[in-house]
């Protein structure tokens, strides 16, 4: 009887061995199969450029960021409300290397330590998958600048001439949009899954100056108000950004500045002379040296101007360095004292021409654009080291020793011409000039000179001729409210 119940419970537990077995084999391929299923789909926790993709295949993933990246992002720009279409302007989701990328998450744990962490709940850590994109920054700007600066910048409105004055009216100011911020800030909202609104402001724009051209006509107006009908030829450049312009006037009407028109130089012509002194005698001058450049450039002496030129080698000297630095309308062919030599003739482009003169003075001569050019050189060479001086004379130019030539024409203090258009204090430095002619009266009022001014320096050159009589009070006076219209520009907020 033992015997026949331990055979029939063995049997039975052999039975429930079997049907557990049955079943856990039954439940491991149902988990397996579960399992298999779900490595098509991607993993809980993945998300693509901050997209959920969790339980979703390939391409429902790839319509679910199509859909996401491709929603117009909304500009609030002051009260108005733009919607910008992404793919409009240039935006590509690249939705294959998306794709071929999550799928590296998606397969990136073997199979079966896959299924087993599936088995046991396991779930895999949170995967964010960056977004990969391209955008058309050039046509996005080119989107903000014709379809939307176009409708809301609002334009400053220039300083304007006030008619018969030398001052400007202030303009108005305006507002604009930048457009690369603006474009920063809307592509940035481009890969926002669900904040794709951009809050923009337009930034205030002061009024600038008019056209740099515009001081011309003020230039004219101002020579066609004065009881002059002479010669005035004016040349002005801007030493920022190296800008100029030119007038040439005769009997109140234009005439051509090319070449230059050519005037007698009389005391300008120092400033040549200055600059071959520090050529010649330089870079350091003994004192006496100092002394007559002093007398010549703040007193005008013509005999300091004489032993200056006798200690360099001669007028003829100072005519070749004006030659060697490209001013070929600038010279001086004799010294100043009475009854001295002509040492040469000189022929230039400028005496030459045959439809305007102005008698200039066989002895001394320049153009409006020849002195100019001299001061500018003077000044890139204080300020930068640079310019024709050192150029040409390297050994003997610097910024120390072209400062000191400025510190010395800073010195001619007059109070009328170009000083009595500016505001008591502004720095000059300039060599101003007059001469009469055989009759004894002034036929020749000049000045030339570096303004200095807290929005940018400028060279003013002004020759004015008259071959009768060029009356001071009107010419002064005309010379003086051209350099404040020239000064009120550059003062102009910019």
């Known amino acids: 009887m033992r015997s026949s119940y331990r055979g029939s419970s063995g049997h039975i537990f052999r039975w429930i061995s079997l049907t557990l077995l049955s079943i856990a084999i039954i439940v491991t391929m149902i988990s397996l199969v579960m399992y298999s299923r779900q490595r098509a789909f991607y993993p809980a926790g993945l998300t693509i450029g901050d997209v959920p993709v969790e339980g979703l295949n390939a391409e429902e993933t790839r319509q679910r960021l199509l859909q996401t990246f491709s929603m117009p992002v909304i500009v609030e720009l002051n009260d108005s409300i733009i919607r910008i279409e992404p793919a409009l302007v240039g935006f590509n989701l690249n939705t294959e290397a998306l794709i071929a990328e999550a799928d590296r998450y998606r397969l990136g744990t073997s199979f079966w330590p896959g299924f087993w962490n599936f088995l046991w709940n396991i779930n895999p850590n949170k995967a ?240 409006p654009s020849d002195s100019g050019q001299l001061l500018t050189d003077i000044y890139l060479c204080a300020s930068q080291g640079g310019g024709a001086l050192v150029a040409t004379f390297p050994t003997k130019f610097n910024q120390t020793v072209c400062s000191e030539m400025l510190d010395v024409l800073k010195k001619d203090r007059i109070g009328v011409l170009l000083e009595a258009g500016l505001p008591e204090g502004t720095p000059i430095a300039h060599k101003h000039g007059w001469i009469s002619g055989v009759s004894g009266v002034i036929q020749n009022i000049s000045d030339v000179g570096i303004i200095f001014t807290t929005n940018g320096d400028y060279v003013l050159s002004i020759y004015t001729y008259h071959p009768v009589q060029t009356v001071w009070d009107s010419v002064s006076i005309m010379i003086s409210d051209i350099s404040a219209v020239v000064y009120n520009y550059f003062t102009l907020p910019q």
């Open 128 to 367: 964010d998958v960056p977004l990969i994109y391209t955008i058309d920054e050039q046509n996005l700007i080119n989107y903000i600048e014709t379809e939307i600066k176009t409708r809301y910048d609002q334009p400053a409105s220039p300083a304007e001439p006030v008619p018969g004055q030398t001052n400007f009216s202030p303009g108005n100011p305006g507002k604009e949009l930048n457009s690369q911020l603006a474009a920063d800030a809307i592509a940035a909202a481009f890969v926002e899954p669900e904040d794709r609104t951009v809050r923009l402001t337009t930034q205030a724009v002061q009024p600038g100056r008019p056209q740099f051209n515009n001081l011309a006509i003020m230039i004219q107006q101002i020579i066609d108000l004065t009881p002059f009908d002479g010669t005035v030829g004016v040349f002005l450049q801007d030493l920022r950004t190296g800008e100029q312009l030119q007038v040439g006037y005769d009997l109140n009407q234009n005439i051509s500045v090319d070449p230059d028109i050519a005037f007698t130089a009389s005391s300008t012509i120092k400033i040549p002379i200055l600059v071959s002194v520090y050529n010649h005698l330089g870079p350091e001058l003994n004192e006496n040296t100092r002394d007559l450049v002093l007398e010549m450039i703040t007193k005008s002496e013509n005999p300091a101007s004489d032993a200056l030129m006798e200690l360099v080698g001669g007028p003829l000297v100072v005519s070749e360095d004006m030659i060697a630095l490209g001013l070929e309308n600038t010279f001086i062919a004799g010294y100043f004292y009475d009854g001295a030599p002509l040492l040469r003739q000189f022929s230039t482009p400028s005496n030459n021409r045959t439809d305007i003169t102005t008698n200039p003075d066989l002895y001394n001569q320049t153009t």
